[in-house]
């Protein structure tokens, strides 16, 4: 460790101790208990957002769609439907819905990673997804992770909404001691070994020099399941909260599990008997079903920020598919026109 970051982690530490807040102190031994018993990472891959910036208001970058999505189109995709919607919904005046349109437009066409609208940057965001690991396993969720302040189980409940929207990416904000050894540790990284091709290794070592700076984004929950040769396989996508991980598994189990992969009745009966058990244990981590084994995991992502702000998709990230039309055609006066 240098002396700089020696004197940050310290700094930290100081801080810490001035607030004298319980609940801070709470969180980091959970961190630093979770750093003794899963030490190692195991990545999982590039995960896409859309951020934003107004020059108006300040040089701050804010998270818009969370950083959730596995292909860079995913994330253009869902900026172009806020841009259409808001042109709809909440645009009043012939001009803010032209510049708002001429987006849009911009992003049926193209695979572009920024538009500007009305003075807004909206930029695809690129961040890489990990979780700790140990002899047990990847982490399940700490004591000290937020829940619900409401913890239903109804399928027709409100998702609780994600902690990364409108979260500031500062590369300066570190959230306790554990966090900026954290960030310590991963300034340097970079993919490496076989696995990765040589493109996608060489444009880590890239982004290392282009994007020094790093932002950890607030933990997500995620549902795991253990493989055949021991490994474990994401099921679903990313939650912020462990409970809504946890219902994540129970409505799989319940209903959405029978109908998508077409259940016989005896597997169909099993399956939702299985959920309601697991349902019964409240704030259970880890469930067996059949010779499956599912666990709750915790996962952290981080973003990596230049000079420019933060990271857009690399030249080696995949896409399934390219940009298309998924609106119908507006006009300035917000007249919709349903094309064949």
Not at 11 to 38: C, F, G, I, N, T
Not at 43 to 66: I, N, Q, T, Y
């Amino acid at each position: 460790m240098d002396d700089d970051w020696r004197q940050q982690i310290d700094a930290l530490h100081e801080e810490l101790v001035r607030r004298d807040d319980p609940a801070a102190w709470v969180r980091e031994h959970d961190a630093m208990e979770a750093s003794l018993r899963y030490p190692d990472f195991a990545l999982r891959g590039p995960v896409f957002g859309v951020a934003v910036r107004d020059p108006r208001v300040g040089a701050e970058w804010r998270v818009l769609k969370p950083l959730v999505d596995g292909m860079p189109q995913m994330a253009r995709d869902s900026l172009q439907s806020y841009l259409f919607l808001t042109a709809k919904d909440d645009t009043v005046g012939r001009a803010v819905r032209r510049e708002l349109l001429a987006a849009v437009r911009m992003l049926e066409r193209e695979a572009v990673n920024e538009v500007e609208a009305c003075g807004m940057r909206y930029r695809v965001v690129r961040g890489d997804e990990f979780a700790r690991a140990g002899e047990g396993g990847l982490e399940p969720p700490r004591p000290t992770d937020p829940e619900p302040v409401e913890r239903s189980w109804e399928r027709k409940a409100r998702a609780t909404r994600s902690r990364d929207i409108q979260f500031v990416l500062d590369p300066e904000r570190v959230d306790g001691p554990a966090a900026g050894a954290l960030k310590l540790g991963l300034q340097d990284f970079a993919y490496s070994g076989a696995r990765f091709p040589s493109a996608v290794r060489a444009d880590s070592e890239r982004a290392v020099a282009t994007h020094p700076e790093l932002v950890l984004l607030p933990a997500g929950f995620g549902l795991v399941e253990r493989g055949a040769h021991g490994g474990w396989r994401p099921r679903g996508v990313l939650m912020p909260t462990p409970h809504d991980a946890r219902r994540m598994l129970y409505d799989g189990m319940a209903e959405m599990w029978a109908l998508l992969y077409r259940f016989d009745e005896a597997t169909r009966a099993r399956y939702a008997a299985a959920a309601e058990e697991f349902r019964a244990l409240d704030r259970a981590d880890e469930f067996r079903v059949d010779d499956r084994l599912f666990r709750i995991c915790r996962v952290e992502r981080m973003v990596r920020m230049g000079a420019e702000g933060p990271e857009t998709p690399r030249p080696s990230d995949v896409d399934e598919y390219g940009p298309m039309k998924m609106h119908p055609t507006m006009d300035e006066d917000g007249t919709l026109t349903y094309d064949d």
